[in-house]
């Protein structure tokens, strides 16, 4: 369970990330409701999650997560390469080092997708340390929903959270 709680976290924060201009060279999605399909290894299923976004929201994303970021994190490099971006960082959250590579393809109008590797340790990772890849596929499906305001999230199990509350996706990183 603690470990899907840290998925869930960390999943969250690649969301961001991937969906908004963290490191001012990301583009800007395309406004309208984004489905995210997050794929992390066969021991975790599948999670799908949907993302009412505009420019406003990816940019207030962008001035938000950042400084969190820099709270966390000692490192995080974004560049722009010939099929689209690479990041890398290194974090560090409740006493687990995490270091990520990712791979971010697409064109951030009807979907992209991002590939990473990470290397935790330390925590529940133990010692040993453990690697884990996170496939994030990302498609624009269209206007949002009629019950949906601007920058909601829909997480797996219909929990709905706006990510202009940003205090209730810091309570999601594990303490």
Not at 81 to 105: F, K, L, N, P, R
Not at 133 to 162: E, H, R, S
Request: hydrophobic share 35%.
């Amino acid at each position: 369970m603690t470990r899907k709680l840290a998925l869930l976290g960390s999943s969250v924060c690649l969301i961001l990330a991937a969906g908004s201009a963290c490191a001012d060279n990301l583009p800007v999605r395309k406004a309208g409701l984004w489905e995210m399909k997050i794929r992390a290894g066969s021991s975790i299923p599948e999670m799908t999650m949907q993302h009412c976004t505009d420019e406003t929201v990816d940019k207030e994303m962008s001035n938000n997560v950042s400084p969190m970021a820099k709270q966390i994190c000692s490192k995080q490099d974004i560049k722009k390469t010939a099929t689209g971006y690479v990041s890398d960082s290194e974090c560090s959250v409740a006493g687990v080092s995490t270091t990520t590579h990712a791979e971010i393809t697409g064109d951030f109008n009807s979907a992209y997708t991002v590939k990473s590797s990470s290397h935790a340790q330390g925590g529940a990772a133990g010692a040993a340390g453990r690697d884990t890849a996170t496939t994030i596929d990302a498609k624009w499906l269209g206007a949002c929903k009629a019950d949906q305001k601007v920058g909601d999230i829909v997480m797996p199990g219909g929990f709905k959270m706006n990510v202009r509350d940003m205090d209730k996706l810091k309570a999601l990183l594990p303490k």
